[in-house]
């Protein structure tokens, strides 16, 4: 099977009620999906299905990576990252638990990337709300997974961070990546494919 994920069919519940049912797609490196709906129709319940977190009520989700980089990168609503430990310690952590042996280099650049390397020594419970999202994905960058699965990414994002961004992902495809970004905020993301999810939550 060819590097990529594929889902057919796919249905999702929540709380006895269907989510969404007969989603189908593919996602190859270099692609990207861009999930759109207002609050309550399944985008999260969808990023949480790719990335291994529930199990689909129907249909299948294939997923092959490669083998020389982490498979999936996740940014949901909680950073995951330790409140006490400074920002770059924090980020460090996770970088090594993905298995990269250069994961000082990768959380400097990911810094860098995200404008927050002056806070590098900063406790993570100290940054604002918006510090905190772009922290989070400094993760995703740090962790050079093939796929990342982005839930709400511009949420809590002032103009300037959203543009960041936009350039981090279109910079992950050209590099042979692929994206699942669910939102309900426009997002400038040029060449990605839609799928817009309605029904009842």
Known sequence: MSVGLVATGLGARRGGRTVFADLSFSLH???ALL???????????????CAGLLQPAAGTL???????RPPV???AEAAALDGE???GEALRFWARLDGRADAIDRVATA???????ALSTVPVRLLSTGQRRRA?????????????LLDEPANGLDAAATARLE???????EQGGMAIVATHLPLRLPGMRTLALGGVA
């Open 73 to 75: 990168a996740l940014l």
């Open 29 to 31: 490196p270099g692609e």
């Open 167 to 173: 350039v981090l992902v279109e910079r992950h495809l």
């Open 111 to 117: 810094l860098a990337e995200v404008d927050l390397a």
């Open 136 to 148: 989070a994905l400094a993760r995703v960058v740090a962790s050079g997974a093939l796929l990342w």
């Open 85 to 87: 430990l400074p920002l």
């Open 62 to 68: 294939d997923y092959t990576a490669t083998p020389d």
């Open 35 to 49: 999930v759109t709906g207002p609050n309550g129709v399944g985008k999260s319940t969808l990023i949480r299905l």
